[in-house]
T-cell receptor, first 114, second 112 residues
Framework: DAGVIQSPRHEVTEMGQEVTLRCKPI?????LFWYRQTMMRGLELLIY????????DSGMPEDRFSAKMPNASFSTLKIQPSEPRDSAVYFC????????????FGEGSRLTVL | GNSVTQMEGPVTLSEEAFLTINCTYT??????LFWYVQYPGEGLQLLLK?????DKGSNKGFEATYRKETTSFHLEKGSVQVSDSAVYFC???????????FGKGTRLSVIA
């Protein structure tokens, strides 16, 4: 069974450009989570979805960030415009249940904004 | 609110040494506790878990015991290997409240 698939693995862009990160969760998982990992702040939950509906986006840092889940097999995280402080590794994770704590993570998208 | 505090790294050990990574938590309810591991260039993966007080989670030679009296879930391994070099994250899930909350991670380097 395929795991969580993220793309791109690496993205280098210039300040002001739009960035779109993509995620395909594991089939049958009803929950999808977007996390951001930096050295300074560790792993931060940005937003999570249940059955394609955003449940909690309180971790999204500002209006430049948006996330969508148009169907059960695809989600995007968009940053527009991007800034150097957005440089981080962005992880997508999915799970069958929010409360079991058993998340399955993708390999991450490393974003560098110059 | 819920939070997890784990010892800061990095931790550097020689092969076959004993490992302890401390983790304490604060929770409003009755959380489940987890250790996740992140190998270089990969996403996090579940290492072990415990769902109630006094439970012991174990996997790949690692173990951790859920201690409610000390609000702790320390990770231990009796003899580390070079292949254990990774970042270890303690986490808690408080059912009915926020989803998984992670500590900041502890980097372990094991040298031959």
């Amino acid at each position: 069974d395929a795991g969580v698939i993220q793309s791109p693995r690496h993205e280098v862009t210039e300040m002001g450009q739009e960035v779109t990160l993509r995620c395909k969760p594991i089939s049958g998982h009803d929950y999808l989570f977007w996390y951001r990992q930096t050295m300074m702040r560790g792993l931060e939950l940005l937003i999570y979805f249940n059955n394609n509906v955003p449940i909690d986006d309180s971790g999204m840092p500002e209006d430049r960030f948006s996330a969508k889940m148009p169907n059960a097999s695809f989600s995007t995280l968009k940053i527009q415009p991007s800034e150097p402080r957005d440089s981080a590794v962005y992880f997508c994770a999915s799970s069958r249940d929010r409360d079991t704590g058993e998340l399955f993570f993708g390999e991450g998208s490393r974003l560098t904004v110059l | 609110g819920n939070s997890v505090t784990q010892m800061e790294g990095p931790v550097t050990l020689s092969e076959e040494a004993f490992l302890t990574i401390n983790c304490t938590y604060t929770a409003t309810g009755y959380p489940s506790l987890f250790w996740y591991v992140q190998y270089p260039g990969e996403g996090l993966q579940l290492l072990l878990k415990a769902t109630k007080a006094d439970d012991k989670g174990s996997n790949k030679g690692f173990e951790a015991t859920y201690r409610k009296e000390t609000t702790s879930f320390h990770l231990e391994k009796g003899s580390v290997q070079v292949s254990d070099s990774a970042v270890y994250f303690c986490a808690l899930s408080d059912p009915g409240n926020t989803p998984l909350v992670f500590g900041k991670g502890t980097r372990l380097s094991v040298i031959a």
